[in-house]
Structure formats: structure tokens, C-alpha cells
């Protein structure tokens, strides 16, 4: 009777370990997946630069894009969502040597719900060509950054 009752519980761990599978094995960074494999990229025809539009996120931000402005130096335009208690949170710009912006951000709505949020930064000229956009929420402890986003950003003109 043991022996029965042992091999029934092996084969349900197995059944169970076995649906617990997944078809992108836990691939989430924008790499090729079993189901990507069979779609073809569009071709670019023209031969003309694509602009490719990265999203970037974590567990309180998402489909946060991060655009320079073309016909103005210095201003960046952000836009993405945010899930944050009372719909506010903060922005910093740095360019790895100084701090070029920073300020607060009001999303249309708070946590739970995921608010929609849009807006320009203005900053000081940078000394580097690359630099980083933190955005993150601020403890309500202690003030201290929590839920960092950092965002990779270049300076065309530093």
C-alpha cells in the first residue's frame, strides 16, 4: 500500500513540475522567444535609419519612453505609466558628473491603478555624452529613493 501511494505521489510531482513549464522559459528583455522565432522582421526598403522606441520598466513604472527633443537642445520628453501612491513620484538627470535635472511628477491617477503621465525635462548643458534618468519613488519613512528606474540616455552635444 505504500509503495502505491509512494509512486502515485512521484508521478503528480512530475505531472505538476512538468505544467509548470513555460513556452519563453522565463525570457522577458526583449530577446527572441520560441513563439518570435517564426516572425520576420520588416525590412527597412528605404535603406533610411529606423528610430527605434525602447520601453523601459519595473514593479511601479512601465512603457516608460524617453524621446529627445529634435528641434530643441536639452529637453527630453517622458512618457510611460505609473502605479504609485498618490500619483506622485520623482525624477533626477544626471550626465555622471552633475546632476542636470531633477523635480516631481503628478500621474492622472494613484495606486493601485496604473495613471498615465507625460512630461518635458529641461536641462543644463552635459559635460558627458551619455548620462542616466532615474525615476523613483520616494520613501515615505524616510524620504529615501525607492522603486529605481534608471534610463540610459545620450547627450547628442555635450
Known amino acids: 500500500m505504500k509503495k502505491i501511494m509512494f509512486i502515485s505521489l512521484a508521478i503528480i510531482s512530475v505531472l505538476c513540475l512538468a505544467s509548470c513549464q513555460t513556452k519563453d522559459y522565463g525570457n522577458k528583455d526583449g530577446k527572441t522567444t520560441i513563439e518570435d522565432k517564426d516572425k520576420t522582421p520588416v525590412e527597412n526598403k528605404d535603406n533610411e535609419p529606423k528610430n527605434e522606441l ?3 520598466g519595473n514593479d511601479v513604472f512601465k512603457d516608460i519612453s524617453v524621446v529627445r ?9 517622458v ?3 505609473a502605479s504609485v501612491f498618490e500619483a506622485m513620484f520623482l525624477y533626477r538627470l544626471e550626465d555622471g558628473h552633475n546632476v542636470l535635472a531633477e523635480g516631481s511628477v503628478m500621474a492622472d491617477q494613484g495606486a493601485p491603478e496604473w495613471g498615465n503621465f507625460k512630461f518635458k525635462i529641461n536641462h543644463k548643458q552635459a559635460s558627458s555624452p551619455n548620462g542616466v534618468l532615474t525615476i523613483y519613488v520616494a520613501s515615505a519613512k524616510d524620504g529615501s529613493p525607492e522603486h529605481e528606474l534608471n534610463i540610459p540616455v545620450q547627450f547628442p552635444n555635450y
Open 69 to 77: 527633443e529634435e528641434t530643441v537642445n536639452n529637453v527630453f520628453q
Open 54 to 56: 525602447t520601453l523601459y
Open 79 to 81: 512618457e510611460g505609466k
